[in-house]
């Protein structure tokens, strides 16, 4: 079981910086995926950024070296920092979290979101 609580979002202008935090409620080390989905109005939820047990990082073709992925593992929480905002990357930025076992079904948990409001 992880309890994922994202926080950082909020309203910023184009082309500005916002920096979210997502905190496990178990040590990153021991989730097989840990990141960041978000999901426009009317849209569905994709994938921004991700980071692998190991540290190893992925990202969305759209993020374009814009955003990076980072943790603090002594604190459990996972980071996104997001420079040159555009409106297009405004929604609700979602954690997530996939822990797949040696044996048994993969298993998948969802932060309760935050809003990115980016104003042109």
């Known amino acids: 079981q992880v309890q994922l609580v994202e926080s950082g979002g909020g309203l910023v202008q184009a082309g500005g910086s916002l920096r979210l935090a997502c905190a496990a409620s178990?040590?990153?080390?021991?989730?097989?995926?840990i990141g960041w989905y978000r999901q426009a109005p009317g849209k569905e939820r994709e994938m921004v950024a991700r980071i692998d047990s190991g540290g190893g990082r992925a990202y969305a073709e759209f993020v374009g070296g814009r955003f990076a992925i980072s943790r603090d593992i002594a604190k459990n929480t996972v980071y996104l920092q997001m420079n040159n905002l555009e409106p297009t990357d405004a929604g609700v930025y979602y954690c997530?979290?996939?822990?797949?076992?040696?044996?048994?079904?993969?298993?998948?948990?969802w932060g309760q979101g935050t809003e990115v409001t980016v104003s042109s």
């Open positions: 997530h979290a996939t822990i797949i076992p040696d044996w048994g079904p993969q298993l998948d948990y």
């Open positions: 178990r040590s990153t080390l021991e989730i097989t995926f």
